[in-house]
């Protein structure tokens, strides 16, 4: 019997969170003017690569149903723009376990993507320093770069304007998202186009623009944040990037229980 191919290495996706995004305003482009803090958790996805003659993805998971075809996915994308930047002729069949929610505000599909950028530069040697890694993540998407860092960190711009930000490691965060999705694209054109001013180094009095789109497409959101404001031991809520994940803040792990029918995943900050 031909003995399975053997691993040739494994990456972390951690989700992504924003623990406040402002909208400025639109550029020409399309793309609108951000201010935000991202945020890591230790829940995420995983890859893990297994040397082939050829490319290939294979998805699975609890959240795989709703990741899409394998070949339309953003890790096939980003291995493909590691091997042309680096002329690199390894190949290999990339598998995903996916957990994050998809369409949730989490970041799952940069977070796939930068674990792909991570993971392939890695195994080939670390030909790429991390501002190499960052000019290949921008063009796949405005969350990846951060993604690709993983760590807490201002964005600006686009969101992929990157600087240091407060360290947060070790923070207990509670997801809950009440299984709906929200898509980007509908929610950043709900956003009222008034610019309610810029975020401060006090992220938590900052805020959500994205907030009141996505509640008014899916009006159950307003749920999931009242009922994290009531927890006990709560130090701050807010909801994640256009929805339809809220994230609650806590000093030490929460013991609570989600309504039926609602994702709940307790967590930490990396």
Known sequence: MR???QVAGCEDAPAKINLALHVRGRMADGYHVLETLFAFTRFGDRLTATPSDYWALEVNGPTSADAGPPEDNLVLRAAHAFARATGSAARYVLTLEKHIPVAAGLGGGSADAAACLRLLNRLAGQPLEE???LALARPLGADV?????SRTIWGRGRGDELTAGPVLTGTHVLLVNPRVAVPTGPV?????GVDRGPLHA??????NDLEAPAIALQPVIADVLAW???LPGVRFVRMSGSGATCLALFDAAPEVKAPAGWWCQPSVLI
Do not use: E, I, K, S
């Open 3 to 5: 003995a399975a191919p």
């Open 145 to 149: 770069p951060a993604c690709v860092l």
């Open 202 to 207: 006090d992220w938590r009095a900052g805020r």
């Open 131 to 133: 501002a190499g890694l």
């Open 188 to 192: 950043f054109r709900g956003w009222g």
């Open 228 to 230: 994290l404001r009531a």
